[in-house]
């Protein structure tokens, strides 16, 4: 079992930056992925940003030179630096940790950015 706790959401005028962070604890694979999805009002689901270990990323076309992923394998945290935000991502951030067949979520961080 993983554990996901996340912590840095809030309120943010247009323009402005955000900076996500989530801890992972529990039993940690050698080999994981682990990242940042998003749910905005009346909408699925969606990539945001994701990091092997190794250091492989996977970021979505609408955040690219705007959002930085970043991880500390050996603190098994997985950081979202969150700049230039729009009213478009607005949306509630969840954790991801990804491993062999499992995938943990956390509990969700809401963002909201005001025009």
């Known amino acids: 079992q993983v554990q996901l706790v996340e912590s840095g959401g809030g309120l943010v005028q247009a323009g402005g930056s955000l900076r996500l962070s989530c801890v992972a604890s529990g039993t940690i694979a050698s080999i994981n992925v682990m990242g940042w999805y998003r749910r905005a009002p009346g909408k699925e689901r969606e990539l945001v940003a994701t990091m092997s270990r190794v250091g492989s990323t996977n970021v979505a076309d609408s955040v690219k030179g705007r959002f930085t992923i970043s991880r500390d394998n050996v603190k098994n945290t997985v950081h979202l630096q969150m700049n230039s935000l729009k009213p478009e991502d607005k949306a509630v951030y969840y954790c991801?940790?990804?491993?062999?067949?499992?995938?943990?979520w956390g509990q969700g961080t809401q963002v909201t950015v005001s025009s």
């Open positions: 991801s940790y990804a491993t062999l067949g499992s995938v943990y």
